[in-house]
Nanobody, 123 residues
Framework: VQLQAFGGGWVQPGGSLRLSCAIS????????IGWIRQVPGKEREVISC????????YYVDFAKGRFTIFRDAAKNTTYLQMNYLQPKDTAVYFC?????????????????WGQGTQVTVSS
């Protein structure tokens, strides 16, 4: 079971980035896939997740209306489209997975983790 997150980088305030989480070793439809971020000096927090094949999603309040999580079944990849990025969104972003049908809102419940990808928002 492997997850690989990529797509981070530098962007100006108001810009957009799309993060990708490539999944191997299991079909993503049977797992909850989450995006978790860690701002420097703070604990990791779940910002979005998508549950199984029914596509049920969760967003933390500050992500609603700006971020969108979605999957491409053919590519076994889950994405996080991030729009209207602000400096406070600067963080390392991780994708993670667990079996089940509901989205946990605490990072400790995720069993499998990819490496992080750095997102920097600055002018």
């Amino acid at each position: 079971v492997q997850l690989q997150a990529f797509g981070g980088g530098w962007v100006q305030p108001g810009g957009s980035l799309r993060l990708s989480c490539a999944i191997s070793g299991f079909p993503q439809d049977f797992y909850v896939i989450g995006w978790i971020r860690q701002v420097p000096g703070k604990e990791r927090e779940v910002i979005s997740c998508i549950a199984k094949s029914d596509g049920t999603t969760y967003y933390v309040d500050f992500a609603k209306g700006r971020f969108t999580i979605f999957r491409d079944a053919a590519k076994n990849t889950t994405y996080l489209q991030m729009n209207y990025l602000q400096p406070k969104d600067t963080a390392v972003y991780f994708c993670a997975a667990l079996g089940g049908s509901t989205c946990p809102t605490a990072p400790k419940y995720y069993h499998y983790w990819g490496q992080g990808t750095q997102v920097t928002v600055s002018s």
